[in-house]
């Protein structure tokens, strides 16, 4: 019975990480997003520039 126990904590442990990561994940998600929207929007911006031009 002891192994079920030790299994019980394993599993416990794996979806604690699990939320803990996906957290860490959507953040990074988040973070990255916003960073593509400047880039594309520095983007836009520089080829209006150079259309004006």
Do not use: H
């Amino acid at each position: 019975m002891g192994w079920v126990n030790r299994f019980r904590m394993y599993l416990g442990r794996l979806f604690l990480e699990a939320m803990q990561y996906g957290q860490w994940y959507m953040l990074t998600f988040v973070e990255v997003g916003a960073t593509i929207l400047v880039y594309l929007g520095f983007l836009l911006i520089l080829v209006r520039s150079w259309t004006l031009i």
